[in-house]
């Protein structure tokens, strides 16, 4: 193979890995100090919502 064949499949490794890899908690909605709803869904959920405090 040639060189730049090599340097291709190389670039080609480097990007699926860094497409696969997750945003870490310090970007995005994280460092915004916001926080997703993380009540249960479903029949769960509403039995929860149900339930005296």
Do not use: C, H, W, Y
């Amino acid at each position: 193979m040639k060189k730049t064949d090599l340097e291709k499949l190389r670039g080609l490794k480097i990007n699926e890995k860094l497409a696969k890899t997750e945003v870490p908690d310090r970007f995005g909605k994280a460092s915004t100090g916001q926080t997703a709803n993380t009540a249960p869904k479903g029949l769960i959920g509403a039995l929860l919502k149900k339930a005296p405090k």
